[in-house]
């Protein structure tokens, strides 16, 4: 098998006020997820609250939880209702699953929804990856 793995990328739209203003919230959704799609928490997630900046209606909650297969994270904009989540893994998950879970934490159905396959020649399996290179590499002989 070659290739690292999959990258669910969130953006969510008219997100509960409640959820993406608090630290609390974004904490204990970063500490639950990962179990929540068979993935592994390799510390607690950190989490905290941005201020704004030149732009005060732009604050919200930054968080990001390091997990065996990878790692996954948020930006959250309360006054605007929006949030960003990736999700980034060696091994498959359930995306469908995951969407699910978002949309019932947020409180929102106004997703765009994208994925990707990351390191797509990476080889996970380093015996087959030498198969595979020197049956090339015969090829061009």
Known sequence: MIGFG????VDGYEGSFEALASIEAV???LDTLPSQIGMTKI???YVFKYDGGEKPEDWGISGFVIIAESHISIHTFPEKGYFSIDIFSCKDF??????EIIKSFFGTEKLEIQTTSRGTEFPRDI??????TSSQRNRLI
């Open 6 to 9: 999959p990258h669910l990328m």
């Open 27 to 29: 904490t204990n959704f």
């Open 43 to 45: 510390m607690p997630p």
């Open 94 to 99: 359930d995306i469908q699953a995951a969407i």
């Open 127 to 132: 015996g087959l990856a030498t198969t595979i």
